[in-house]
């Protein structure tokens, strides 16, 4: 194994009878150069193949997942994550696209905080209706950093390990935050992320994937048709600065109710305020019965592929963004522009802005703590 190329490949169904549909066919990771990051430090890609051809890059640029293919109904692969094709793209101005978000996914109000007695402020970067908020982890979060990372195969699932520690103080978040981030692609066709960190003085932690999704492939067009449920009663209501009042709005007759299964385009621009907010969906559900243990969130099907995600995670939340910032200006993949709703992101996490919100369940890791926090997006066809 030479030191560029990091190759787990295991034959298959050596035991298995010949009538297995996994018989036949190898999981590999392998490793390739992905350029440097602007202060020229080596970047890699990793191509994931499981036992029934799924298909995923990642960088260990931000932890980015440049591609995931998946079959539809008749076992046609299609790419169903925007991204770009080189690592500069990402650089120049990606809108998270497929990363690890953090320290603290999402917004903190004005970019501010107390902890035990301490008043922190944090580089405000982001300003919704001009009203200035903390987004994504501040200015370099941990989507623009090159994290440590180990291909692993165990079974028939592949995955890359990813390790990271964020300094005391970086982007203004107190105290050394050590993480480690596991992607899985396992043979049941699912991408499982496990999140895990801890720290040496209590600090925010709220880690997120911001993948942008279009299961018809993400040169396709409109995400509209796609229905979606979502396993949620309430969603906490924002301001105009997409920050949360504290109120928990129920969703039942109002466009943000998805336990059962609609058509995103449906109500996307009905008439009502926090519709106006967010340009569309934007928002954060308070997901239902939430006791730590992996469950269902949310499942998404594309009618004309057939494709269907389940996202599943152990987190009491779920943004549900729909691409309403995209306007043309970021091409992507094979000179693809990207327009407005042209893909969704389902971000498991806590609620935004939980550090200035007592009654939202705590973000606050504390030495001695472990942050855990396990998300599944498990792909079929209907
Ligand atoms: C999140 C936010 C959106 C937007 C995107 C990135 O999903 O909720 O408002 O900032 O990230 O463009």
Known sequence: MNARTLVGMMMLGMFLGAA??????????????????????????FTLVNPNGLTMKVSDYGCIVTSLSVPDKKGKMAD????????????????????????????????????????????????????????HGGAIGFDKVIWDAEAIVRGEDVG???????????????????MTV????????????????????????????????????????TILDHTLMVASEHLTAVDAGLIPTGELLPV?????????????????????????????????????????????????????????????????????????FLDGSNVGKGGHPYERRNAFCLETQHHPDSPNQPSFPSTILRPGEVYSHTTEYRFSVK
């Not at 991204?83 to 970019?111: E, L, M, Q, T």
């Not at 890359?160 to 050590?178: K, Q, W």
């Not at 109002?254 to 926090?274: L, V, Y």
């Not at 469950?295 to 494709?307: D, I, Q, T, Y």
């Open 20 to 45: 297995s549909v996994h018989a036949a066919n190898a999981v590999s990771v392998t490793r390739e150069a992905f350029g440097a990051d602007k202060d020229g430090n080596a970047a890699s890609l």
């Open 160 to 178: 890359i390990v990813f390790r990271h520690t964020s300094p005391d103080g970086d982007e203004g978040y107190p105290g050394a935050l050590e």
């Open 252 to 324: 039942q007759g109002t466009p943000f109710d998805f336990r059962t299964s609609t058509r995103i385009g449906d109500h996307i621009d009905a008439k009502n305020e926090q519709i106006d907010f967010g340009g569309g969906y934007d928002h954060n559900f308070v997901l239902t019965g939430w006791d730590g243990k992996l469950r269902l969130a949310a499942r998404v099907h594309e009618p004309k592929s057939g494709r269907v995600m389940e996202v599943m995670t152990t987190e009491p939340g779920l943004q549900f963004y729909c691409g309403n």
């Open 80 to 135: 169903v994550v925007l991204g770009y094709d080189n690592i500069d793209d990402y650089i120049k101005g990606s809108p998270y696209f497929g990363c690890v978000v953090g320290r603290y996914g999402n917004r903190i109000a004005k970019g501010a905080f107390s902890l035990d007695g301490k008043t922190y402020s944090l580089v405000t970067n982001n300003e919704p209706a001009n009203i200035p908020s903390h987004l």
């Open 182 to 221: 596991t992607y899985w692609l396992t043979a049941a066709n699912t991408f499982r992320i496990e999140y895990s960190a801890k720290t040496d003085a209590a600090t925010p932690v709220n880690l997120t994937h911001h993948s942008y999704f279009n299961l018809g492939g993400h040169n396709s067009g």
